[in-house]
């Protein structure tokens, strides 16, 4: 993947997307995976198959794709590449943001125990220990 955006960087791609043309290698990650406008990745996805679909050269002799196409696979890997990393990127925050909110709750419970524990201990027991905190004092 590293060697795919030297490529793209040193080639000096550009994309395009419904509000942008000519977005270049690094403003692809300041893209949001999808939105309402059309300026996201997934529309510069299908901006650049379109592209390949239309400009398709059917050759029975030549197996090599011409650069242009070349070019235009290449762009697509790109953008694929960073649709891939902003997903993982997604999933690990949406993790962290589950793993929080069940710390939380544990927490929650923890000191719901100790409430219970403190609230069922026997009055002598809690003049004691209040007898305790204010002699520290």
Do not use: C, W
């Not at 060697?3 to 893209?31: E, P, S």
């Not at 002799?61 to 070349?70: D, E």
């Not at 997604?90 to 544990?106: G, H, L, P, Y």
Request: charged content about 30%; aromatic content about 4%.
């Amino acid at each position: 993947m590293d060697d795919l955006f030297i490529k793209a960087l040193r080639g000096k791609f550009t994309y395009a997307t419904r509000m942008v043309n000519g977005l270049d290698t690094q403003q692809l990650f300041d893209l949001p995976l999808s939105s309402k406008n059309g300026h996201d990745l997934d529309t510069a996805a299908i901006t650049i198959n379109s592209q390949l679909v239309q400009g398709a050269e059917v050759s029975f002799v030549s197996k090599a794709p011409s650069k242009a196409q070349q070019v235009l696979r290449d762009k697509l890997e790109v953008v694929k590449a960073v649709i891939k990393i902003k997903q993982d990127e997604a999933e690990k925050a949406q993790a962290r943001v589950t793993k929080a909110e069940e710390r939380r709750k544990i927490l929650e419970a923890l000191a719901a125990k100790d409430d219970q524990a403190l609230t069922s201990a026997s009055r002598e027991d809690l003049l004691a220990k209040l007898g305790k905190l204010d002699a520290e004092d």
